[in-house]
């Protein structure tokens, strides 16, 4: 793989970039890899890039039913945090904002990770209780995070109406650490990275069975024909429940529009990103210069991606209160994907029924923050059985009744 | 140079001028201009700069395609960024000003960046910018920001002095598109008699049958146009609306239109923009059709426009958009614009057309009055910097060997002509390509389908991919009549009819010269706001993002304001030839709602400021603003969180309150509190299902605190129910519960238990509840007389209904605070008279109102869970003591299976205590115990968390109450609770109940 610099640029600005190579290679599938994954988004093409990067397993197929990375992980907004309440989340979110930090570095690919900082509004003394319980948490968990006076909002984010009419602002809980990234620059990279240690990526191929002996896993049948495998690891957000159908178990999830949009680009006006849970909205300023907004999922479950237009009135509704100036801007497009919601609004990283299927899901609306901490762990997972990044997130779980609840933290999308 | 014509233009009223504004200049303007029009018309063709390179940017269109045309609208609270001056009416007054550059726009220097641009290809910034990685943050990305954006962001300060409002309309038939086919389709729709709503996003109804059609129904198109309005209008069916964009179209039916009120007209009163909800049963999309621009070197220099907007300026506004027009095209449309150009005296040095076709009438005409037609030819490159001088001819099917100049002004060019296909995509409506005209049209077998299964969106006209008038107007007729066919009306009537024009085949031509070289490739705009070239897709292919959604991605091809309206066929098309594959299996991008930007003020509508949500005020609510309060929102309502008294801070309020309460009295305003009635014969049964108590067993006239579980078994509301009578109970919630637990008892009745015989009904709102609560408490009330309150006619945990002061009551004697307490429920409409009355006969007994903080430590001291606190949706009762609510003589309730799992009775949980500082001091909110080490993920190792903690005025104190690893076993133990700041409080760990621990202050 040639390396991506300014440097390389510049060579082959000269022979009018006739030069450059694929970012990851077109192969036909082989009869058989150590292990596949199902679904080329950015969960999927990280656990086979940390598979091949931690373990040296690099005989992996990673199989994609439409074009990767077009799910989720090219529909959310962007937002990398992890300033959560339970001690499993904190530490996987926390593991991927750290990978997060050198990402591009690590990929030689600039996914434009911007540690701009994220702050949780409180505009309720409930919500202050409930942030100061999370920042107690976290200093305990290795997180950093901080309690910020609605004065210190307000220089942090000019454009804000901190003082109601309705819900004044008293304060918010700060991760400086946290931000943004480009969300298709993630999947590319993880892709350019895997194709560059021999994995095969292999996109417009449908997995329709899923092939077992004796309580087993041997392999998969697609829309290209049948490969076999050791292991399977299943990561397809939005249709988790289908896959494991196949697979001949089922999950304790369901599938719920969640939407965002964007408003035309204008100038820098706000540096950081907001989340604002009392009035249901959230909203950063993407380098192009658009505002994005999202806000909490539909009510009804779908697997159509896109929603009810009243949850887009709510969401930014929320927003004009929260910065008056957006009145006037315009709404360019909205959009909606499909989001995988578990009983306690935690992931699923676990062994399953089937010796040698993994299955990761359930990210509900979060996923896109996880991604590197979730490859990760889930590669951990497929190699050793075992991780503690991943250990507490089990499907076993909803039978203890050992709930990692998230509500408590954020009852909002993000 | 552009400039106003002597001939009259239709649109534009040359009776009356007036006067806008362009950074600074004063220009002058008529009625009936768009800001375009106007601009063009004192020759301003430079209008902006692009996004990536800062590009010079012209006026390319003569409607909602535009990409160029950006300004910013207005100032101060109404500045607006990124208006469309081809969609801007202009008005007396307006104030326009152009984007993205700096110092000027003539000299911009991020200008700069074109001369860069050969180092700026498509999807650049991944590859570099990667070392060293803390330039990113505080070099790279603040300058990328900088340098992109458009539109200047409005001041911080902004508050949007105009209104904006929502609509809803029902119809059977929804038109979107005011164009000959639109209102052909209404006619037809009309006649048959059902309910019609037409809507044009401009001011002017007819479309470009006006500019381009001959005649219709043997009329002239203008006088057709007038006579269809008349017959329209005359129609009770029938509902008209200008400027009203359809922005989406949704499941069901379900459209959005956007119908801008007062944006031609200036600040004026009266709502800015409508935002209409339509619901129909059949949407017809008579949405036009947009021209597509040619692909070659310089096409994005202004003067190059779009062949059909330089004849819309001429014939629409009287405006030439230059002295000498080089029309460009591949099929005969073009033609209309030398003829448009030649009728208004200007010259037309050349036609270049790709094709060498034979003489068709329209080429006939040009060629007739002396227009030099060159055939199989292209443009190898246009001339000039920020405005077109000339143009240099090749032959298409070379590499771009020069073989003539031509001096022009003006370049019109004509790539053919796509449907706007993007509401009839909205909702899933699937495209088929159409070899002929190059473009991909509606697929009648797969369109949107409604909640039945049945289609609901219709294509009509040139958005179903109909390019000739004669067959626009088929179509239409047709489509009209079966939308109202599909909603039950009977068609009548028959279609206009005209003639159509001979016209040969349009040659798809996606690049010029075929065989152009990188050099002239990477000077081919495809999408000229994102600066987008032809290289860009081709290198996108080239690097494997070959997926359409990959390579707009990569390039940001069509993600501009616009949304690709001219781009999006080119780019794929060169996507396709790169991959070598056909175009239709490369397919389009998503197309997403709106169909052009709408305001945000819009979509939020009424709802702002102290209307953002709904105020939920209680019976007391004026008493309570006159007393001082200091209000906690609490969902929608307000309640008091403390009366400060002069020159007390909230604290010192509250604790007063706390002391007040338990030497004298207090009252609370209890009103927010859930009341839902559970009436029925199967009433008991159903609530022994949903509280973990036995509810059926409880005795009319008497009162049971009761607990409820969500189906994992976690705690997630409690509350006191009374038995009205045997079929009746009233279930007090939490005030954040009445609508949840009301739904919950709907989701359960209504899906699982649907046989049983039992009505839910929320009388929150009906009732104000009055907390009379202190050692004085029956002492007042005996003061207003009217019942007897005392202990042995009304015993705690007891009820009764009577009089208090003449006003009906029913007092619960239930305490939520250990002292001698009353809640006192009465008529919604009479519950500030009865506070009054309670205030002014408790002066005696030293009265004071207190609030929902003094509640909380009231309750703390009590020791006293508080759903919210104590519970946070992971807690179960076991967790919390309450053992003694769960009825073991129940078969089942919501949770009992759930809360014998594995987890729930392990042996090492955490239980509630109470916590003691051993300084006095208070805990901080949310604090956490911590224990040896760290676990396996290195987090420190915690052993519980606080979830209540405050001073206690009563015990002069901090109290605390917490989960802590196996609580109860551990009394006296002492705990080390870490702040954030890194240090230390220590606390015992003691019984939760700080105050009154026999409990004798309640049952007096």
Redesign the interface.
């Known amino acids: 793989m040639k390396k991506?610099?300014?440097f390389?640029?510049?060579r082959e600005?000269a022979r009018?970039?006739?030069g450059?190579?694929?970012?990851?290679?077109?192969r036909a599938p082989k009869a058989k890899y150590d292990v596949i994954i199902v679904g080329a988004g950015g969960h999927g093409l990280a656990t086979a890039y940390y598979l091949g990067k931690n373990f040296g397993i690099t005989n992996v197929a990673v199989i994609e039913k439409?074009?990767?990375?077009?799910g989720n992980t090219?529909r959310n907004t962007t937002i990398i945090r992890s300033n959560y309440l339970q001690?499993?989340s904190?530490?996987i979110y926390e593991?991927a904002r750290s990978l997060y930090?050198?990402l591009?570095?690590d990929l030689?690919?600039?996914?434009?990770?911007?540690?701009?900082g994220v702050i949780m509004l409180a505009?309720?003394?409930?919500e202050?209780?409930?942030y100061?319980?999370?920042?107690?948490?976290n200093?305990?968990?290795?997180v950093k995070t901080?309690?910020i006076s609605p004065s210190q909002v307000k220089k942090l984010v000019?454009?804000m109406n901190i003082e109601g009419?309705?819900?004044p602002v008293l304060g918010g809980l700060w991760q400086a650490r946290g931000g943004t990234a480009?969300h298709?620059?993630v999947a590319?990279?993880y892709a350019r990275a895997c194709s560059d240690m021999g994995m095969d990526i292999i996109?417009q191929t449908e997995v329709t069975a899923i092939k077992r002996e004796g309580g087993k896993v041997t392999g998969v049948s697609t829309t290209r024909g049948d490969i076999a495998c050791d292991k399977l690891g299943i990561v397809v957000a939005g249709h988790s429940g289908v896959l494991a159908d196949m697979a001949g178990f089922r999950l304790p999830i369901e599938s719920v529009p969640l939407q965002a949009l964007v408003?035309?680009?204008?100038?820098?006006?706000m540096d950081v990103v907001v989340m604002a849970n009392?009035?249901h909205g959230y909203m950063s300023?993407s380098?192009?210069?658009e505002m994005v907004i999202g806000g909490g999922t539909d009510s009804h479950n779908a697997y159509?991606q896109?929603g009810?237009?009243h949850h887009?009135?709510e969401t930014?509704?929320a927003?004009?209160?929260t910065f008056?100036?957006?009145?006037?801007?315009?709404?360019?497009?909205?959009?909606g994907g499909i989001v995988d919601v578990t009983?306690d609004r935690s992931p699923i990283l676990s062994k399953t029924p089937v010796d040698g299927v993994f299955i990761n899901c359930g990210w509900g609306t979060g996923g896109f923050k996880a991604i590197p901490g979730s490859g990760w762990g889930m590669a951990e997972l497929i190699a050793k059985g075992h991780s503690?990044?991943t250990?507490e997130f089990g499907l076993d779980?909803f039978?203890?009744?050992?709930?990692i609840?998230e509500?408590?933290a954020a009852g909002v999308a993000h | 140079m552009s400039t106003r014509l002597q001939t009259k233009g239709r649109l534009v009223n040359r009776d009356r001028q007036i006067s806008f504004s362009f950074n600074g200049k004063r220009l002058k303007a008529y009625e009936g201009d768009t800001l375009a029009s106007a601009l063009l018309a004192n020759d301003q063709m430079l209008v902006g700069r692009s996004f990536k390179y800062h590009r010079p940017r012209g006026v390319v269109a003569s409607g909602a395609e535009e990409p160029n045309a950006l300004v910013n609208l207005g100032e101060g609270h109404r500045f607006e960024p990124n208006a469309r001056a081809t969609t801007t009416e202009v008005f007396d007054g307006l104030k326009a000003g152009s984007q993205n550059h700096f110092p000027s726009l003539e000299f911009d220097v991020g200008a700069i960046n074109q001369h860069l641009s050969r180092f700026l290809p498509a999807g650049f910034y991944y590859k570099m910018f990667i070392h060293p990685r803390p330039l990113w943050k505080h070099v790279y990305e603040p300058f990328i920001r900088q340098s992109a954006g458009l539109g200047k962001a409005p001041d911080a300060e902004t508050r949007d002095p105009d209104t904006y409002e929502y609509f809803h309309a029902h119809t059977d038939v929804l038109i979107i598109g005011g164009g000959v086919a639109g209102l052909t389709a209404a006619l037809a729709a009309g006649r048959a008699g059902a309910q019609v709503i037409l809507c044009e996003q401009t001011a002017d109804w007819g479309g470009r049958a006006a500019v381009d059609g001959d005649e219709i129904d043997g009329m002239p198109v203008e006088e057709w146009i007038k006579n269809a309005l008349q017959e329209l209008e005359s129609m009770k069916n029938i509902t008209l609306r200008t400027r009203m964009m359809g922005a989406g179209v949704y499941d069901h039916g379900y459209v959005l239109c956007y119908e801008r009120l007062t944006d031609h007209i200036g600040p004026s009163e009266g709502p800015r923009h409508r935002l209409w909800k339509v619901r129909a049963k059949q949407v017809v999309t008579a949405t036009g059709a947009i021209e597509r621009p040619l692909s070659f070197a310089g096409n994005d220099i202004p003067g190059v426009m779009l062949a059909s907007a330089v004849r819309d300026y001429a014939i629409n506004y009287g405006v030439s958009a230059g002295d000498r027009t080089v029309v460009v095209t591949n099929n005969d449309d073009a033609y209309r614009t030398a003829i448009a150009m030649l009728d208004a005296g200007l010259s037309v040095p050349a036609v270049i057309d790709v094709r060498a076709t034979p003489d068709t009438p329209l080429i006939e005409r040009v060629k007739s009055r002396g227009v030099r037609v060159m055939q199989g030819m292209a443009i190898a490159k246009v001339k000039g910097g920020k405005r077109v001088t000339g143009v240099s001819v090749c032959s298409q099917a070379g590499e771009g060997a020069v073989l003539e100049d031509i001096a022009c002004d003006v370049v019109a060019m004509s790539g053919g002509w796509s449907p706007v296909v993007h509401l009839w995509s909205h909702c899933g409506g699937k495209l088929t390509w159409d070899e002929a005209g190059a473009f991909f049209r509606p697929d009648p077998t797969r369109a949107p389908l409604s909640f039945d299964g049945t289609p609901f969106v219709i294509a009509a006209g040139s958005a179903n991919g109909e390019m000739d008038e004669g067959a626009v107007l088929a179509d239409a007729y047709t489509m009209g009549q079966e939308a109202a066919k599909r909603v039950g009306a009977t068609p009548k009537g028959a279609a206009p009819t005209a003639k159509d024009t001979a016209q040969a085949p349009l040659l798809p031509v996606w690049m010029m010269p075929q065989g152009a070289s990188y050099k002239l490739r990477s000077k081919m705009w495809l999408d000229y706001q994102n600066d987008v070239k032809v290289s860009d897709v081709q290198l996108a292919a080239q690097e494997g993002y070959e997926s359409v959604e990959h390579t707009k991605r990569y390039t940001t091809l069509g993600m501009a304001t616009d949304q690709g309206k001219l781009s999006n066929i080119n780019g794929l098309a060169i996507l396709a030839q790169e991959l070598n594959a056909p175009i239709p299996q490369v397919g389009t991008t998503t197309f997403r709602p709106p169909y052009t930007p709408i305001s945000m003020g819009a979509i939020a509508g009424e709802a702002k400021g102290e209307i953002f949500q709904p105020l939920r005020r209680t019976p007391m609510h004026d008493w309570h603003e006159a007393h001082g309060v200091y209000w906690e929102p609490v969902g929608h309502w307000r309640r008091p969180y403390c009366y400060p008294q002069s020159g007390e801070s909230h604290e010192d309020a509250v604790n007063r309150e706390v002391v007040n309460t338990r030497e004298n009295l207090g009252l609370l305003d209890a009103s927010t509190l859930g009341k839902l009635i559970v009436k029925g014969p199967d009433a008991g049964k159903f609530l022994d299902m949903l509280y973990t108590n036995m509810m059926s067993t409880l005795k009319p006239g008497r009162c049971r605190y009761g607990l409820m579980c969500s189906e994992n078994g976690f705690l997630m509301d409690d509350g006191v129910v009374a038995r009205i009578d045997d079929d009746t109970f009233l279930c007090h919630t939490t005030s954040g519960g009445a609508d949840h637990i009301h739904a919950h008892m709907e989701e359960w009745l209504q899906t699982e238990w649907w046989d049983w015989q039992v009505h839910v009904a929320n009388v929150t709102e009906q009732y104000g509840q009055i907390a009379v609560v202190g050692p004085k408490a029956r002492d007042v009330l005996q003061s207003l007389g009217g019942m007897d309150v005392s202990k042995e006619a009304l015993s705690f945990m007891g009820w009764a209904d009577g009089t208090l002061g003449g006003i009906p009551v029913r007092i619960f004697r239930i305490s939520f605070s250990g002292e001698l307490s009353y809640e006192i429920a009465v008529d919604a409409g009479r519950a500030q008279e009865l506070w009054e009355l309670l205030h002014a006969n408790g002066q005696q007994f030293g009265v004071m109102p207190y609030g929902t903080e003094a509640l909380h430590i009231l309750r703390a001291e009590k020791g006293f869970i508080m759903i919210g606190d104590e519970t946070d949706g992971t807690v179960i009762p076991q967790d919390l003591g309450l053992h003694w609510a769960l009825s073991k003589k129940k078969a089942d309730y919501l949770g009992k299976r759930a809360q014998q799992r594995t987890h729930m009775t392990d042996p090492d949980r955490w239980l509630l205590v109470g916590l003691e500082t051993v300084d006095g001091s208070v805990i901080p909110d949310g604090a956490y115990a911590t224990g040896e080490g760290t676990n396996a993920n290195g987090q420190k190792v915690v052993q519980g968390r606080v979830t209540s903690t405050y001073y206690s005025a009563n015990l002069k104190r901090g109290i605390a109450m917490g989960l802590v690893l196996n609580g109860p076993d551990r009394m006296g133990e002492q705990l080390t609770f870490l702040k954030t700041d890194g240090t230390a409080v220590h606390a015992r760990i003691v019984d939760p109940v700080f105050y009154d621990k026999e409990g004798v202050k309640q049952d007096v």
């Open positions: 991506y610099s300014a390389a640029i510049a600005a009018y970039h006739q450059w190579e694929r970012a990851w290679a077109k439409g074009w990767l990375g077009g090219g001690d499993p904190a530490a593991k930090e050198n591009s570095q030689n690919y600039n996914i434009m990770f911007s540690p701009r505009q309720t003394h409930h202050v209780r409930g100061q319980r999370t920042a107690h948490a200093a305990l968990q290795g901080e309690w000019p454009i009419p309705r819900y480009r298709d620059a590319w990279g996109q408003s035309e680009p204008i100038k820098p006006c009392t009035v300023q380098d192009k210069g159509t896109r009810s237009f887009i009135e930014v509704r927003l004009c209160e008056p100036m957006l009145s006037r801007l315009k709404m360019l497009r909205q959009w009983g503690p990044l250990d779980r039978v203890e009744g050992r709930f609840d509500s408590v």
